[in-house]
C-alpha cells in the first residue's frame, strides 16, 4: 500500500488545464477545480443557503412528528436544536476540504474510496437526493395546485389537476437547476429574506386570530416512562440528524465555491440550527393556534392556508410556501445527485445532463408512498437512509483529518494509476468500513434485543465506519 502523504500539497490549479495528465474517464469541467474568481461565496450566501434550505414544509412538519409520537412541545423543540448542532460538527468537517481545494464531494471522496470507488458513496447520495427532490416537489405541486383552487374554483373540475400542477412544479425546479450553480445562488439570496418574513406574517396572523400561544404548549409529554422517552428520543434524533446527513457528505458541492474557511464556518453554524429550530418552533406555535381557530390541530401549512378565507391572502401564502419549497429542492436535492451522475460517467454526462436523470429518477421514486404517514417517514425514510449515510460521512472525515492530515494531492485526484488508484481504482478498505457499518445497524434490526443500534443508526454506523476505517488504513501503513 502507498504510505500517507507527508508533502505539502500541490496548487490546486484553476482548471482542468492546470491538472497534469487528466484522465477524460475521470473528469470534465463541471468536476474540475474551481478557479479562484469563482470563489466567491461569503458569510451571507452560506446563511441564505442554509435558510432557504431549512424553511420548507418538512422541516414546518418536523416537530409535528416527534409530538404525533407523544412529545411534548419543549422535548420536540429541543430534539429538534440537538440534532442540528450534532449534525453541524460533520457538515463544518466536511466542508474544509472542498473550501481548500475546490473541489466537489464526488472528487472528495475519491481520496477515501479511489478514484473509480468514490462511485459509491457518490450515488449512494444521490438516491436518497433523487427520494428527496421527489418527496419536495410533491409538496409544491400540492402548495400550488390549491392556489389555483383558490383563485380558480372551476380548477376542482380539472382532469388530472394535481399531476398537472406535479409536472409544472417539477419543470420549474429542472428549468432553474440546469441554469448552473450561480443561478441557485441567486435563487438562495433573494430568497431568504422573503421567507423569514412570510413565515413571521405567519406566526403573526395565526397570533392575532388565536388570541393566545394555543393549548398545544401546555399539552404534556405522553411518553409515561424514561424508557418509553428514551427509545422514541433515541429514533427521533437520529431522524433530525438524517434529516441534513445528506447535506453533511455532500456540503463541499457548495464549499468549492468559498472566499475562505471563515466564510463557510460562520455562515453554516449561524444558518443551519437556528433557522431549523426557529421554523420547527415556528410550525409548532401556528399549530397550537389553530386548535383555538378551528378546534383541531392543522399541521399541514398547505391545509391551513386553504382556511384563510381570502383568496389573495392564500395565493400569497402559498406562493411563500412554493418558493421555500423551490429553494430547498434545487439546492439540497438536484446538485448532488447531478454532480454524482456527472462523475460516473464524465465522458458523456455534465452537470445539465446530470440534473435531467435526478428529475427522472425522484419521480420514479413515487414520493406520495413516503409520506404516507409519520411512521414511514421518520421510521423509514429519515431513519433508513441515515444509516448508510452515517457510514460513509465517517469514512470521509476519518480520511481526511485522520489519516491524510488534510493532505490531497490534487493532481491525482483526476489521474488513473496515480496516488488513489489502490486497488483497480477502488480501496477496498473504505468499503469494508462502510459495511461494517451499515452492518451493525443492521444487526440492531434484525435482532430486538439490540434494536437501539437502529434507533440510533447515523451515530451507531458512523462511529463503527470511523474506527474500522482508522484501523484498517493504519495496519495497512505499518506493513506498506
Known amino acids: 500500500m502507498v504510505p500517507f502523504p507527508s508533502q505539502p500539497p500541490k496548487p490546486t490549479g484553476a482548471s482542468l488545464r492546470s491538472v497534469n495528465a487528466v484522465d477524460d474517464s475521470l473528469a470534465n469541467e463541471d468536476l474540475a477545480p474551481t478557479p479562484p474568481e469563482q470563489r466567491r461565496w461569503g458569510i451571507y450566501d452560506f446563511a441564505a443557503l442554509w435558510i432557504g434550505l431549512s424553511i420548507c414544509i418538512p422541516t414546518y412538519m418536523l416537530a409535528a412528528s416527534l409530538i404525533a409520537g407523544g412529545m411534548s412541545w419543549l422535548e420536540a423543540l429541543g430534539t429538534v436544536f440537538l440534532g442540528n448542532?450534532?449534525?453541524?460538527?460533520?457538515v463544518l468537517l466536511n466542508s474544509h476540504a472542498g473550501a481548500r481545494y475546490g473541489i466537489p464531494f464526488p472528487v472528495v471522496a475519491r481520496a477515501s474510496f479511489g478514484v473509480l470507488g468514490a462511485n459509491i458513496p457518490a450515488l449512494a447520495r444521490a438516491l436518497v437526493a433523487c427520494g428527496w427532490f421527489g418527496i419536495q416537489t410533491w409538496i409544491g405541486s400540492q402548495a400550488i395546485h390549491t392556489i389555483l383552487l383558490a383563485l380558480w374554483p372551476g380548477w376542482a373540475s380539472m382532469p388530472g389537476?394535481?399531476?398537472?400542477?406535479?409536472?409544472?412544479?417539477?419543470?420549474?425546479?429542472?428549468w432553474i437547476a440546469v441554469r448552473g450553480m450561480g443561478a441557485i445562488k441567486t435563487l438562495e439570496v433573494w430568497a431568504a429574506p422573503f421567507l423569514l418574513v412570510v413565515s413571521l406574517g405567519l406566526l403573526w396572523w395565526a397570533y392575532r386570530g388565536a388570541g393566545s400561544l394555543g393549548p398545544m404548549f401546555a399539552l404534556q409529554s405522553r411518553l409515561a416512562s424514561g424508557r418509553e422517552f428514551l427509545d422514541f428520543f433515541a429514533v427521533s434524533l437520529t431522524g433530525v440528524v438524517g434529516f441534513w446527513a445528506t447535506l453533511a457528505l455532500n456540503i463541499s458541492d457548495f464549499t468549492r465555491y468559498?472566499?475562505?474557511?471563515?466564510?463557510?464556518?460562520?455562515?453554516?453554524?449561524l444558518g443551519l440550527p437556528l433557522t431549523m429550530t426557529f421554523y420547527s418552533f415556528l410550525g409548532i406555535a401556528v399549530t397550537s393556534m389553530t386548535i383555538g381557530l378551528y378546534g383541531e390541530a392543522v399541521w399541514n401549512p398547505v391545509g391551513l392556508v386553504q382556511r384563510m378565507g381570502s383568496p389573495l391572502a392564500m395565493a400569497m401564502a402559498l406562493a411563500g410556501v412554493v418558493l421555500a419549497t423551490l429553494t430547498t429542492n434545487v439546492a439540497a436535492n438536484i446538485v448532488s445527485p447531478a454532480n454524482a451522475f456527472a462523475n460516473a460517467w464524465p465522458r458523456r454526462i455534465r452537470f445539465r445532463t446530470g440534473v435531467w436523470i435526478?428529475?427522472?429518477?425522484?419521480?420514479?421514486?413515487m414520493p406520495w408512498k413516503l409520506l404516507a404517514d409519520?411512521?414511514?417517514y421518520l421510521n423509514t425514510w429519515l431513519v433508513g437512509y441515515s444509516a448508510l449515510l452515517g457510514p460513509l460521512t465517517a469514512v470521509l472525515i476519518c480520511d481526511y483529518f485522520i489519516v491524510r492530515k488534510r493532505i490531497i494531492l490534487t493532481e491525482d485526484l483526476y489521474a488513473r494509476r496515480g496516488f488513489y488508484e489502490?486497488?483497480?481504482?477502488?480501496?477496498?478498505?473504505?468499503?469494508?468500513?462502510t459495511l461494517a457499518g451499515c452492518?451493525?445497524?443492521?444487526?440492531?434490526?434484525?435482532?430486538?434485543?439490540?434494536?437501539?443500534?437502529?434507533?440510533?443508526a447515523w451515530f451507531c454506523g458512523f462511529a463503527v465506519s470511523f474506527a474500522a476505517y482508522c484501523l484498517l488504513m493504519k495496519a495497512g501503513a505499518k506493513t506498506a
Do not use: D
Open 85 to 90: 448542532v450534532i449534525v453541524l460538527i460533520p
Open 161 to 174: 389537476g394535481m399531476w398537472i400542477c406535479f409536472a409544472a412544479f417539477w419543470a420549474l425546479n429542472m
Open 258 to 269: 468559498a472566499r475562505s474557511q471563515q466564510a463557510h464556518f460562520i455562515g453554516q453554524s
Open 358 to 365: 435526478t428529475g427522472f429518477f425522484g419521480i420514479a421514486m
Open 374 to 376: 409519520y411512521e414511514t
Open 422 to 433: 489502490f486497488t483497480g481504482g477502488i480501496n477496498g478498505k473504505a468499503v469494508l468500513a
Open 439 to 456: 452492518a451493525a445497524v443492521l444487526l440492531g434490526l434484525a435482532y430486538p434485543p439490540l434494536r437501539f443500534l437502529y434507533h440510533y
